[in-house]
T-cell receptor
């Protein structure tokens, strides 16, 4: 089955640094989503993107829907300890069809 | 609201044993789904349901059965467990509107960590 390629696989940063991660696909998606998973928990939705080129913010998080519809980017500014976790991108092909294709995840660790 | 609940949280099985992973939601969501999460693989869809009495296969359905007799519950059955089914299993639910024009947020349960020896 199809999977989305996320990079980097892991990041080790210091508190206060900015973070960038991206997700690429060989197929077009009509919706791009970014989820965060805390240790021992299920993923929680951070941002949903619906239009090519769309740039959406949620606090310190900013995500973009790539023009080609085959990629998406997530930026976190001024990282804090609670940002630690695994970040997943996900794509949805058909509106109203909730089937998602998930990326492989980016594990974020903050070094004290 | 409790949201999406899953039981058990941890389970160890021997090869060939059967078991049912329970999932329940109290948000009156039509859509429910099961995913498995393996290291470096992200989440992969096993089965899903768009309403009571309706189920369909996802990306990796082999070895798993589901049923949806009520809106609230969506159990996942392993008929004969295999070591390849060692994984973390997540149930999710959302509203659903066929042909809708926006994404209905899926809410995930806390997961069941399954080990098959």
């Amino acid at each position: 089955g199809q999977q989305l390629n996320q990079s980097p696989q892991s990041m080790f940063i210091q508190e206060g640094e900015d973070v960038s991660m991206n997700c690429t696909s060989s197929s077009i998606f009509n919706t791009w989503l970014w989820y965060k998973q805390d240790p021992g928990e299920g993923p929680v939705l951070l941002i949903a993107l619906y239009k090519a080129g769309e740039l959406t913010s949620n606090g310190r998080l900013t995500a973009q829907f790539g023009i080609t519809r085959k990629d998406s980017f997530l930026n976190i500014s001024a990282s804090i300890p609670s940002d630690v976790g695994i970040y997943f991108c996900a794509g949805q092909i058909n509106f109203g069809n909730e089937k998602l294709t998930f990326g492989t995840g980016t594990r974020l660790t903050i070094i004290p | 609201n409790a949201g999406v609940t899953q039981t058990p949280k941890f389970q160890v099985l021997k090869t060939g044993q059967s078991m049912t992973l329970q999932c329940a939601q109290d948000m009156n969501h039509e859509y429910m789904s099961w995913y498995r999460q393996d290291p470096g693989m992200g989440l992969r869809l096993i089965h899903y349901s768009v309403g009571a009495g309706i189920t369909d296969q996802g990306e990796v359905p082999n070895g798993y059965n589901v049923s949806r007799s009520t809106t609230e519950d969506f159990p996942l059955r392993l008929l004969s467990a295999a070591p390849s089914q060692t994984s973390v299993y997540f149930c999710a639910s959302s509203n659903y509107l066929a042909g809708g024009l926006s994404y209905n947020e899926q809410f995930f349960g806390p997961g069941t960590r399954l080990t098959v020896l």
